[in-house]
């Protein structure tokens, strides 16, 4: 089983590029030139904005994968060494904390007890790493933060 969480979103930046070429030809016309390079910007900001709030991000790089030993964490790009890998008998504890258009979902390990490591980007990647690891909800430990509440299964 493989749950996947907002990939990396490489073609940004080719769409950026295109973006800013156009722009460039628009204003190097002058007069009515000029005005269709700002409402292209616009436009532009306009759908960046509206991307960003559907939970579209550069920063959002992880895959997390689910497998009958454990989770695996891939990033993009792939760092140098393997990918991370936590064996289910191992994950202590999940937290999701709310963030501007999505939750981040993170793992604290029993090897690892003070630190806790992102592993994906939903509250649901959340609810099955902890049915599966045996973790119950914590209702005591749910804190409420600016965004909304964060949420733990110990």
């Known amino acids: 089983m493989t749950h996947k969480t907002n990939l990396y979103a490489g073609w940004w930046v080719y769409a950026g590029l295109a973006g800013l070429g156009a722009l460039l030809l628009l204003a190097s016309f002058g007069g009515a ?70 939750w981040q979902t993170a793992i604290q390990t029993v090897d690892e007890p003070d630190r806790w490591q992102i592993v994906g980007h939903s509250l649901e990647l959340a609810e099955q790493i902890a049915e599966i690891a045996g973790l119950a909800y914590d209702e005591h430990s749910k804190r409420p933060t600016p965004l909304g509440h964060e949420h733990y299964w110990r």
């Open 33 to 102: 030139g000029l005005w269709l390079a700002a409402l292209l910007l616009a436009g532009g900001a306009v759908a960046a904005f509206a991307a960003w709030r559907g939970g579209f991000s550069p920063r959002r790089q992880l895959i997390a994968e689910l497998s009958e030993r454990g989770l695996h964490v891939h990033s993009h790009p792939p760092p140098a060494s393997a990918p991370p890998f936590y064996p289910w008998r191992q994950i202590k504890s999940v937290r999701v904390l709310p963030r501007p258009g999505y």
